[in-house]
Structure formats: C-alpha cells, structure tokens
C-alpha cells in the first residue's frame, strides 16, 4: 500500500523523518556525547585495536559506505574505504587482522555482499553488518552490527534505507571516534546533529513542487553531469546511480577537482551539471567551478546551502545546513527527488526499473 502517494518510491522519500528518527532511536547519549550500539559485539579495547575499515556493498549501498568511509575518517582518524563488494570477493582479497570489514545492505540478501563476507569469515576476518531486514542472510553470517530499522523498502532503488545507512555510520562513526579522540565537545556537536536530522529533512521533502518543476525541464537532456568535492563527491555518485536507474537518463559523476582533467570536454548546453555546493572550506573552490562550467555555456543546478550569485546557477535548490560530516546525508534528498519526478515526467516505471531487481540474489 503506498499510503496515498503515487509510488512506493515517494512514499519512501517522504518516510525519510519517521526513518531516521527510528535508526536513531534509543542509541543517542547525551551525556556521554556519543552512541550507543548493542549488536556491535565489540568492547572499547577491542574497537582500539582497528586500524582500518574497510566497508562493502553494492549498488547504492556502497555509496552510502563512501560516505560512511568518511564519517569515519572525520570522527574518528581511523583510515576508512568503501569498496563494490561485487568487485571484492572476485579479487582474492588480503584480509588483515586489524581491519574492520562493514558489510552494508538494505536486503541482507545480496548475493555478490553475502559471497565477500564469507570470503573475509573463511580468512579469520571480522565483519560487521550494517542491514535493515532483520534476520536475513548477511545480518546472520556477520559477527556483529546496526540494524537499520528503517521499515520495508518495496521501490527498487534505494532511498530511505541509503539515508539510514548514513545515519548508521554518523553512530558508528561517533561511537569509535569518541573512543578515540573525538572531544567531548564534538561529539555533543554530531549528536545535537544527528537529532537535527529528522526535521531538516522535512524541510527540503516541501520543496517537492519547485524539485518537480526542474526535474520537468531537465529530464529531456541528452545526460547529466554531477559534481562534488571531498564530501560532495559520494552524494555527487548516489545521485547520478538513482537518475540512472529509475529514469534511464545517462548520468556521469565526477569529483569536482576533477572536471578540468577531462570531463570538461563534455561540458556544452546539452549536458546540465548539477553541483553540490554545501558551505564548508570548500565553498570557494566549488563557485570557481562553477564558473568555469558556465564560461563553457554549461547549465548550472546547484545544491546548496547558500545561493551563489547567478551569473554562477541557473537554478539552485537550497538545504539546511547540518554539521560540516552530516551534510552529504542532507544535499542527497533533493537528488532523490529530483531522479524520482524526472522519471515520473518520463512516464517511466519508478517503482521497478527495466532490468533490475530489489535485490539480485544470484552471481
Ligand atoms: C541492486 C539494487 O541490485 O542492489 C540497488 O538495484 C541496491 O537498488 C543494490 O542498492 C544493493 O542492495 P542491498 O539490498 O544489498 O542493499
């Protein structure tokens, strides 16, 4: 039942409050400033001795990893990669006995995850599972990890459980890094932050109007390029991947740092950028950019938490700002949104894409 909205994937979209508020549920601590998660199976001491942490997954799953890599990196100093697990498991992996292995998956039932977290437990490896069905394959061969909670996710792409996944490592993130030198005071920052989140989100869900009227004029393009930097950049990969699978029009992502070295030569009226240009230290290399897609008579869709001046955009789409880690979590919804009504302006079948399944349980 979808509730009243026109497709699951909507009804998904606009779930993203309620979502986050259930994955964060019970596991804030205020006065210690961190979090707290049950099915970790791990104690401080234990948690001390990892030296990396490497995350696996498929599909949006290890784009939201990308950014789960990164919530790790910047909370808790701990040098942190996400890898498809398709491409893992096929490469006789060196498991390492002080690496944490994070196996993400909305399913649980994803053959490639399930296949790479077998190949780590076969090698003495330690696996975590970040997975929102309870119970499933991948949630019983891990040793330990978070539950999403975010309730069923019947659309094929992925949009609240990839939101819960983020939420889930900003608490991993914060509980590790608060084990190790987080301050006490910015771990108050991530938690004041994260409880945030639920009500933020619902601001950018009420500009699904202004979203679809974009979506409208866009979706006719020959493809699309987005861009992002450092934390923009995985945001910059979930959007493209969702425009992709639900409104089959091609889409490129690139790091920002990167157009000038290549994609640029694509750049030209035909092919719109959207841009995510949240405000952080990397605001003013991102308006250069800009700039230069615009001196190549490029269309600008910018993402942000400020509107740059408008010889820079064409249209901007504004987000609240968050802490400088959780903002990629709040710049991807509009992205959702503006895959989902660009597909619905295509008369495409959002809820089950040609060619692709929920969850691919075969090699
Ligand atoms: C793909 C789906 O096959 O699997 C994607 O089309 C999904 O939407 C990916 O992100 C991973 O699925 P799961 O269940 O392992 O998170």
Redesign the pocket.
């Known amino acids: 039942d979808t509730g009243g909205y026109e497709h699951y994937l909507l009804k998904e979209i606009h779930e993203q409050p309620t979502s986050v508020e259930r994955t964060l549920s019970g596991r804030l601590d205020e006065r210690f400033s961190t979090a707290h998660l049950g099915g970790l199976n791990l104690d401080a001491r234990e948690l001390r001795e990892i030296r990396r942490v490497k995350i696996l ?7 939201a990893g990308e950014m789960g890599a990164q919530l790790i990196e910047e909370l808790a100093r701990v040098p942190a990669h996400s890898e498809p ?1 398709s491409e893992f498991r096929y490469r006789n992996p060196v498991i390492e006995a002080d690496t944490l292995y994070v196996a ?7 053959y ?2 399930l296949a790479a977290v077998q190949e780590i437990k076969r090698k003495g490896g330690r696996v975590l599972g970040v ?3 309870v119970g499933s394959a ?1 949630a019983r061969e891990c040793d330990g990890g978070i539950y999403l909670h975010a309730g069923p996710e019947v659309s ?3 949009t609240k ?2 939101t819960s ?1 983020v939420v889930a490592f900003a608490l991993l993130a914060l509980h590790f890094g608060r084990i190790h030198d987080l301050s006490p005071a910015d771990g108050r920052r991530i938690v004041s932050a994260l409880q945030a989140l639920p009500d933020q989100i619902r601001e950018v869900l009420d500009q699904s109007e202004a979203i679809a009227e974009l979506a409208a004029e866009y979706a006719g393009s020959a493809g699309m390029m987005f861009i992002g930097r450092v934390r923009g950049y995985p945001v910059a990969r979930e959007g493209a ?1 969702k425009l992709k ?1 639900i409104s089959y029009v091609h889409a490129e992502a690139y790091p920002a740092s990167e157009l000038k070295h290549g994609p640029l030569a694509l750049i030209s009226p035909e092919l719109p950028t959207v841009a995510l240009v949240p405000d952080d230290e990397l605001l003013d290399k991102n308006l250069t950019t800009l700039g230069e897609i615009k001196a190549r008579s490029g269309r600008v869709i910018a993402v942000a938490h400020k509107r740059p001046e408008d010889r820079l955009v064409d249209h901007c789409v504004l987000v609240p700002k968050s802490e400088p880690e959780l903002d990629p979590l709040l710049l991807n919804i509009p992205l959702q949104l503006l895959a989902y009504h660009a597909a619905v302006a295509l008369g495409r079948d959002v809820d089950k ?1 040609r060619n ?5 349980t075969v090699e």
């Open positions: 997954g498929c599909g949006s799953a290890y784009y697990a993400v998956s909305q399913s649980g039932e994803t490639d995850t997975v929102n069905t991948i094929v792409a992925s459980a990839f996944t991947q699978e894409p692709l399944a929920k969850s691919v």
